[in-house]
């Protein structure tokens, strides 16, 4: 039987704020903005990741921000609290 002493119901796994441009100002770069609970996956998931396989989950609170020209180059970065 689930209790109370092993699922937490107000446990929000992802919620965030978007904010997707996909021409700032008409110069053909993509900016992203997430603001809020995120599951983030960076790289080959070794400094930064969501778990796959576990019983536990982890939730980063924060910022992340990415800037494009699509097919060219890309600048991420992110401030996280990490859960």
């Not at 109370?4 to 770069?29: C, E, H, K, M, Y």
């Not at 990741?49 to 992110?78: K, P």
């Amino acid at each position: 039987m689930v209790g109370t002493s092993t699922l937490t119901a107000g446990n929000v796994q992802q919620l965030f704020v978007a904010l997707i441009l996909p021409d700032v100002w008409r110069t053909g770069l993509r900016t992203d903005l997430h603001v809020g609970r995120i599951k983030l996956d960076i790289g080959s998931d070794r400094l930064v990741a969501r778990s796959r396989f576990s019983n536990t989950s982890q939730a980063f609170d924060g910022i992340h921000w990415n800037l494009a020209n699509e097919g060219q180059w890309q600048f991420r970065t992110f401030f996280l609290k990490w859960y």
